[in-house]
């Protein structure tokens, strides 16, 4: 229609009439332009609100495997304490055999950690990283999931060591049933986060039998340099995770702090 009157104007070149067609084309363009920007911009918007929240999501997911994790290695190096006093002071031993068996073996217990990056990743390669305007928060999530991944700290939680291995292939296999089955647990707090518990439990086998393991433990001279290899690992890891902890910790209240915004 306005085309149409648009050019029986021009035809009777009356130009008024031309102008003001042409500035209500223009208007309607710049508001239907104004209105898709609009738009456009609400849905970006609800799109970072929903990243941000699966953000705090993750992070709350890896302070709580974090804090679970800390927990059990400190109980891993407490046996790992315990089995290093029966090898270099075995003269002031006083655990019954069957205890000393069960330190070594619960002394190779690993609990690898892994950040949880699914969301950080996917808003990544999907190249929607500057949803997220606030360009701090950007700056310490990069910081978090490229060095918090791959920094010493996160390293060593992840190390699986030469001890595991070595002090297990001493554990006859009666024994290293029973232990999984009677010993230890592994229990699911929710779809994202387990807990391993290590158990006191009875002997399976006899006294002499339990001697017979420590005997071959004791003569193994590698068993010791490993395991105190190990207690060094573990000693460094609790010193970081604190750390890793608190940079969780703070990171999620920083993408908190940008939900708020939205509301």
């Known amino acids: 229609m306005i085309i149409s009157r648009f050019t029986q104007n021009v035809k009777k070149q009356n130009w008024f009439a031309v102008s003001v067609d042409v ?34 999501s993750d992070l709350q997911d890896d302070l709580d495997r974090m804090r679970h994790t800390e927990a059990f290695w400190h109980t891993i190096k407490n046996y790992t304490e315990q089995s290093l006093s029966y090898l270099e002071e075995p003269e002031q031993n006083t655990q019954t055999s069957w ?34 305007e606030n360009h701090a928060l950007r700056q310490k999530l990069a910081e978090y999931y490229s060095f918090n991944g791959s920094d010493i700290g996160t390293e060593l939680m992840r190390y699986v060591p030469a001890y595991r291995e070595r002090v297990r292939g001493f554990m006859p296999s009666i024994v290293t049933d029973y232990i999984w089955k009677n010993c230890y647990s592994n229990d699911n707090i929710n779809n994202n986060i387990s807990t391993q518990k290590l158990k006191t439990c009875e002997s399976p086998i006899s006294e002499d039998q339990n001697r017979r393991i420590l005997d071959s433990i004791q003569s193994d001279q590698e068993i010791l340099l490993t395991l105190r290899f190990w207690y060094s690992t573990q000693t460094s890891a609790l010193q970081f995770l604190p750390t890793n902890i608190k940079t969780a910790k703070e990171l999620r209240e920083n993408v908190q702090q940008e939900l708020e915004n939205f509301e």
């Open 23 to 56: 500035l209500v084309v223009i208007v309607g363009i710049f508001l239907g332009l104004q209105v898709t920007n609009w738009q456009a911009a609400i849905t970006e918007q609800k799109t970072a609100e929903k990243y941000l929240v699966r953000l705090s």
């Open 99 to 132: 205890n000393a068996v069960l330190g070594f073996f619960q002394a190779s217990q690993i609990d690898p950690f892994q950040v949880n990056d699914i969301t950080y990743n996917e808003l990544q390669q999907a190249g929607q990283l500057s949803l997220l």
